[in-house]
């Protein structure tokens, strides 16, 4: 929220919308105003610019914070590109090989340290790629688990 502050205080931007905050965040800096939705897909936002059509200038702007559940309908167009990685996602889950030891794949720990997942991770990338060296954001690990050490 920080940043959407100031960029809203230093630019001509009508409207700053976001996400990934966890929570739900309304706010305005210099006139403009800061809609920030939470995380996880739990909610959908509708934010309406209401556009004068004689001076093209930004009039009001209507929002409603719209509950994902099983009630909500699917977008055709979307569903389709959905099922296709839906179907790529579960080829993620196949195992491909077994550790001798226990892997962390914790956020807590992965965010704040280096851990051996995460250098797996790393490895494989710079393996991969041919690179000399390959660095990891730990906040792109998200299984948030200790795996059980194979036997």
Known sequence: MRE???????SDVDVIIGGHEHTLLQSASGGT???KMTAEARELGRIDLNISKTSGELESIDW????VTGETKEDPEFAAIYRKYERLLKELSQT??????????RSAENRTRETNVGNMVAEAFRRATGADVALMNGGSIRADRLSVQAR
């Open 4 to 10: 959407d502050t100031e960029v809203a205080r230093c």
């Open 33 to 35: 105003p800061i809609f």
């Open 64 to 67: 409603e914070v719209i509950p």
């Open 96 to 105: 491909v090989g077994r550790s001798r030891v226990a892997l962390d794949a």
